[in-house]
């Protein structure tokens, strides 16, 4: 169980919430970090007191030094203290950073022998093969906060073989435009894309769920963390987010984890690991909830569930690629410059810039990275 604690985007959706469970179970947080939100981080400074803090933004990092002057807190900046955060030194480093961002503090906090909480599904889906085996290596757990993910982790806890299990069921919301055609699609707005049904979160994982996008990344993210064949990781349409994924075994039995869909379940577990405690969560009112239903995704309309799918199975640099398309065409979407089918064009360009490459290194992720970001730019606008 955690007892001092790093969190990385704690100015964020999900920061905010582990911060919270923080609060309540008297975890001692030894260092924050954000990105140019001074005003959250600095009451967070307030009441938390952890040792170190950074901001990406070094403006920001300027403003918020000068404003807790008074405090113990060591201000850092940029990129670099980032990763000072991640390398702490805490029982657990949460990282809910946004995007691959939050790569190198993943290799950071493993570097420097933290248990990692990893909301950061991105650090999985561009970094995949070099975080599961630099963890491996250095005998660190990588606990997920993914809600999905802690589904599938709780329901093979007592799970003895990993021969055992015949497949991973992930749920789907299906977002805001569950059931529209792809003409309907076309015009979409943010203001729409950014209205999800079940869940409160940062808009860019808000986005990636109206485009589906997040249940591709999600699929690579539990292919790496449960070390699964991507054609063995199937996908529900589940509208009521009550079921948060399931495990099939190979005696056909299904397990799986419910609760109301509230972050805080998820996040609680990876501090808690492996044990549990009473949470500020509601209970779950099954009759309340009533009917449960379960459908498969629409594929066509979707596609960059597959396009997700196909970029695993290619292996190398690929993952990076689609990830990267993603992230600037879930920005320029956001900023109003292209329209909302432009996010899967995108998706499925980014294949076509990329070397084939079985094996890579995280330098090679971050170039990656940068070329399809310019590509991506150079399709749409
Ligand atoms: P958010 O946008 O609310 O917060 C992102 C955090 O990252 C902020 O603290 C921000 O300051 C920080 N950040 C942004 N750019 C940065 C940079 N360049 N360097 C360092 N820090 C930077 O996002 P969120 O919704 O909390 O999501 C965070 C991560 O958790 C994402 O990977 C997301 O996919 C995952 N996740 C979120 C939820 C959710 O409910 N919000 C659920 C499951 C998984
Ligand atoms: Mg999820």
């Known amino acids: 169980m955690t007892k001092t604690l790093a969190v990385l985007g704690s100015t964020g959706s999900i920061g905010v919430q582990a911060l919270e469970v923080a609060r309540l179970s008297g975890i001692k947080i030894e260092a924050l970090s954000g990105c140019t939100r001074v005003d959250i981080i600095e009451n967070q400074i307030r009441e938390f007191s952890p040792r170190i803090a950074a901001l990406a933004d070094e403006k920001a990092a300027a403003e918020l030094k000068i404003k807790v002057a008074d405090t113990s807190t060591k201000v850092l900046s940029g990129a670099r203290g980032v990763e000072e955060c991640a390398r702490c030194a805490a029982d657990t480093v949460l990282n ?118 997040n249940k591709g990344l999600e699929l690579i993210e539990a292919a790496w963390l449960f070390d699964m064949k991507a054609s063995d990781i199937d996908i529900l349409v589940h509208r009521q987010s009550i079921v948060h994924s399931l495990v099939e075994y190979t005696d056909n039995s299904v397990i799986a984890q419910l609760g109301l869909p509230d972050m805080r379940i998820p996040i609680q577990y990876a501090l808690t690991y492996p044990d549990r405690a009473p949470s500020p969560v509601g209970e779950l009112d099954l009759a309340q909830a009533a009917a449960l239903t379960f459908e498969k995704p629409d594929y066509e309309t979707f596609s960059c569930i597959n396009l997700c799918r196909k970029a695993f199975e290619k292996g190398g640099l690929f993952p990076a690629a689609v990830n990267a398309a993603n992230e600037k065409a879930n920005e320029l979407f956001r900023k109003g410059a292209i329209g909302f089918l432009d996010i899967e064009r995108a998706v499925g360009a980014a294949f076509d810039c990329v070397p084939d490459v079985s094996d890579y290194t995280a330098d090679q992720v971050f170039e990656t990275d940068e070329a399809v970001r310019r590509a991506t730019e150079r399709l749409l606008l």
């Open 96 to 213: 809910s950073i946004v995007g691959i961002a939050g790569l190198a503090p993943t290799l950071a906090a493993i570097d420097a022998g933290s248990t990692l909480a990893l909301a950061n599904k991105e650090s999985l889906v561009t970094g995949g093969k070099i975080v599961i085996n630099t963890a491996r290596e250095r005998g660190i757990s990588i606990l997920p906060v993914d809600s999905e993910h802690s589904a599938i982790f709780q329901s093979i806890q007592g799970c003895r073989s990993k021969s055992q299990i015949k497949k991973l069921i992930l749920t789907a919301s299906g977002g805001p435009f569950f059931g529209k055609t792809r003409a309907e699609l076309k015009d979409v707005t943010v203001e729409q894309a950014l209205k999800h049904p079940n869940w409160s979160m940062g808009a860019k994982i808000t986005i990636d769920s109206a485009t589906m996008m």
